[in-house]
């Protein structure tokens, strides 16, 4: 019997949706959850050590978010709300496109005029940015092809003017508070337009102590799109395909991943980007080196080859990311923990807390 999308809703309270950080990254709490016999933990976040030991592996994805919207027009006076999905060789960007009317190809939007308009907290009195314009190329699926000016660091352009692409689900603008906070602290290659939330926990104070109690650490990249938040618009789940991320698994972690099972420990996935990482370079059966795109959607009944365990956030109703938790144990555990979560108010989504999954019964 094919699984339906209604197989993954659960009702959600308004209110447990977290819209601002925590005073501290390590003040999460943190729900763990033995998908050997479903017993479920309640905890803080600083507690995940203790389900740690000397010889396993974390897993981390490096991927830094770019200040991805935009807010201007179009050169015949429209207003434009431009979300970047991926930036390209010589300043060309697929984004999404906000406005009244459609730009056509061959048209022109106009960006950093009396820009801090929008921009929150981190505008800034007074501050501002040149104009610059790209040219409306063409439509590439649901994406739009843009033209920024060759020969211009786009990347200093983003932070002069861009916004960090906080998800909708926040409902407020980004601010000063964001442009840290909305970045893991290892971050370190920029390309993502979300983050990998699960990381926002930790902090170099944690890090640093993980090491210390010989938990080794890798890191790996996973640019987040934007269609992360795209909604399912199938009922049959196997129906669903997911959009393209650009992934590089290096040779590096391989040989840290093969290590770990010499050793006898255990390969733990710090988030969703992570698991769908690694499991993307063993597709062939066999943990290899990886650069390319990944459309994986993992989903009950997957197969996992490399995941002994993940630290993972809470995921929004009837999503793939809720999917995939499900498939590392059962969708009738994951979704009992999730009530429990919020009887017990655990906060929600990007900015909340988080999940430990492991298999207690067995090394």
Do not use: W
């Amino acid at each position: 019997m094919p699984l339906r999308l209604s197989d993954f809703h659960y009702d959600l309270p308004e209110r447990l949706i977290a819209r601002f950080p925590t005073a501290r990254r390590s003040d999460s709490r943190l729900l763990s959850v033995d998908v050997d016999n479903g017993e479920i933990g309640h905890h803080g976040f600083r507690d995940l050590p203790a389900f740690l030991r000397s010889g396993d592996l974390l897993v981390f994805n490096d991927t830094r978010v770019i200040p991805a919207r935009l807010f201007g027009r179009k050169a015949t006076g429209g207003r434009v709300e431009v979300l970047i999905e991926r930036v390209q060789p010589d300043n060309r960007v697929l984004a999404q496109v906000r406005a009244s009317k459609s730009p056509g190809a061959g048209s022109t939007l106009v960006f950093g005029e009396g820009e801090s308009e929008g921009k929150g907290e981190s505008g800034g009195e007074g501050e501002s940015a040149a104009t610059v314009t790209a040219e409306v190329l063409g439509r590439e699926g649901d994406f739009y092809l843009l033209q920024f000016p060759v020969g211009m660091d786009l990347m200093t352009l983003l932070a002069g003017i861009g916004h960090m692409p906080l998800p909708p689900y926040i409902r407020r603008e980004d601010g000063e508070l964001d442009q840290e906070r909305y970045q893991t602290v290892y971050a370190r290659k920029a390309g993502a337009v979300a983050a990998p939330t699960a990381g926002l926990h930790f902090d170099e104070e944690m890090l640093a102590a993980l090491g210390r109690q010989g938990i080794e650490q890798v890191f790996l990249t996973l640019h987040v799109g934007a269609g992360t938040f795209q909604p399912v618009r199938v009922d049959n789940i196997a129906e669903h395909r997911m959009h393209r991320e650009l992934v590089e698994v290096s040779a590096e972690v391989v040989a840290a991943v093969r290590a770990c099972r010499a050793r006898g420990g255990r390969v733990i996935a710090v988030g969703t980007t992570s698991v769908r990482s690694l499991e993307s370079a063993a597709l062939g059966g066999e943990l290899q080196p990886f650069t390319g795109e990944t459309d994986i959607f993992i989903y009950p009944g997957f197969a996992f080859r490399v995941v002994d365990a993940m630290v993972t956030n809470f995921h929004l109703p009837e999503s793939t990311l809720l999917m995939l938790v499900s498939a590392f144990g059962t969708k009738k555990m994951l979704l009992d923990a999730y009530k429990e979560a919020i009887a017990r108010e655990y906060r929600f989504f990007s900015y909340g807390d988080a999940m430990f999954l492991y298999h207690g019964g067995r090394d």
